[in-house]
């Protein structure tokens, strides 16, 4: 069974500082990992995806097969980035069926 | 080009009665899924409809069922409707429904069950 896992339901950082969002999954095979942003009052959408290996508004997420981990980072957290972060994996024979992460808030504090 | 929408935003409903909702994709999206965010269980996957025929169905008992149509709108009925029910439901469209594709999430309808 595919699953992923957020530890952190909640991380408060100050402006400026680092921050890292955990996510480990579990699945038998090699799946696609993403990361998706929720801003207050707006809808989820995509922030990154292991395939594509980009830096979006200075996020970078590393997929470890080793250790089947795909944690979030931004080396200087800003207070725009205050947001709720989930973790999603897709299996290649799943079509379209993200399953998700928990979650985890992240409040940035001036 | 115009996001995903669905109707209505808000439901209130009492035990025992059904509820249909609607999303439309994106124009030229043909794939639509559809997923339960609670606070307790977060976001599940619900199913998956591609060209008018369900392509993939997460756990959920029969109560939830769903169509799509031939413009790729899709509805989700849920029938005898159950406290535990009330949820945000989420639909996500994406092109042609690869693991690939990117999906695009509506703004959700926010369902009150009573």
Redesign the interface.
Same mark, same amino acid.
């Given at each position: 069974a595919q699953r992923v896992t957020q530890p952190e339901k909640l991380l408060s950082v100050f402006k400026g500082a680092p921050v890292e969002l955990k996510c480990n999954y579990s699945y038998s095979g090699s799946p696609e990992l993403f990361w998706y942003v929720q801003y207050s009052r707006q809808r989820l959408q995509l922030l990154l995806r292991h395939i594509s290996r980009e830096s979006i508004k200075g996020f970078t997420a590393d997929l470890n097969k080793g250790e089947t981990s795909f944690h979030l980072k931004k080396p200087f957290a800003q207070e725009e980035d205050s947001a709720m972060y989930y973790c999603a994996l897709k299996g290649p024979a799943a079509g379209n069926k993200l399953t998700f992460g928990g979650g985890t808030r992240v409040l940035v504090k001036p | 080009k115009a $996001?995903?929408t669905q109707t209505p935003r808000y439901l209130i409903k009492t035990r025992g009665q059904q509820v249909t909702l609607s999303c439309s994709p994106i124009s030229g999206h043909r794939?639509v899924?559809w997923?339960q965010q609670t606070p307790g269980q @977060?976001? &599940?996957?619900l199913f998956?409809y +591609?060209s008018e025929t369900q392509?993939?169905k @997460?756990n959920f008992p029969g109560r939830f069922s769903g169509r799509q149509f031939s413009n790729s709108r899709s509805e989700m009925n849920v029938s005898t409707l159950e406290l535990g029910d009330s949820a945000l439901y989420?639909c *996500?469209s994406?092109f042609a429904?690869? *693991?690939?594709?990117? &999906? +695009? +999430? $509506?703004? $959700?309808t926010r369902l009150t069950v009573l």
């Open positions: - | $996001g995903v794939s899924s997923y @977060g976001l &599940q996957f998956e +591609f392509r993939n @997460g989420l *996500a994406s429904g690869l *693991a690939s594709d990117e &999906q +695009f +999430f $509506g703004p $959700g």
